[in-house]
């Protein structure tokens, strides 16, 4: 394999994301990158409040619990965690499967059948509750139909932010290859200047 093709093979092709997982996407990216590039949506419970309302997942009436905010919290980072994970070697950490099944187990879900060949989980409550459930439901169906596997967190540590693979070899572990995947190339080209100019 040439340079060109070995870096071609890193690159993701930046396609639509599948329906099946924009709320998911949406959900992960409530916080990424770090220090001046931080983007964080979630920084407190009434942040999170908003930010559910603005998205149509809770009506005006509902009031955001601190104990459903740190749950929230807990299942985005341990979600993300997975992802940041399976991004290298597929496998999640024993601690963020452990949150994951906990939250899990207390979401009540129900099989909803949207087409003669299709169905999904869906929440039966409403609420954080039931934002959690969906979030559970659609990670299970995201893995049963094959689409989680392409769900990936950007390997620019300065990043980090969810982004759907569209790759045709599922290799891209950049979110943008304009904006992280430049910026990367650029990072390697200059340390390895850099030994050069120190050999």
């Not at 409040?49 to 998205?55: F, G, M, Y």
């Not at 009506?59 to 459903?68: Q, R, S």
């Not at 906990?102 to 299709?118: C, E, S």
């Amino acid at each position: 394999m040439t340079k060109r093709e070995n870096e071609e093979a890193h690159v993701v092709h930046e396609e639509a994301i599948p329906e099946g997982l924009h709320f998911l996407v949406a959900l992960l990216n409530t916080r990424y990158g770090r220090q001046k590039r931080l983007h964080d949506a979630w920084p407190d419970r009434a942040a999170m409040e908003r930010w559910l309302r603005e998205q149509g997942l809770i009506t005006a009436e509902v009031v955001v619990a601190e104990g459903e905010y740190r749950r929230a919290i807990d299942l985005r980072e341990a979600l993300r965690q997975g992802l940041r994970r399976s991004s290298h070697d597929a496998t999640t950490s024993a601690e963020a499967l452990e949150t994951i099944n906990h939250i899990a187990r207390h979401t009540l879900l129900k099989v909803q059948f949207t087409g003669p060949t299709q169905a999904r989980l869906v929440p039966e409550s409403g609420g954080v509750d039931g934002v959690l459930a969906r979030a559970v439901g659609d990670v299970y169906t995201a893995m049963w139909t094959g689409l989680w596997a392409r769900l990936k967190v950007c390997q620019n540590d300065a990043c980090g932010k969810a982004f759907y693979d569209g790759s045709r070899n599922h290799a891209g572990v950049w979110c943008s290859t304009r904006t992280c995947g430049n910026r990367m190339h650029a990072r390697t080209y200059r340390q390895q200047k850099k030994r050069n100019g120190s050999a």
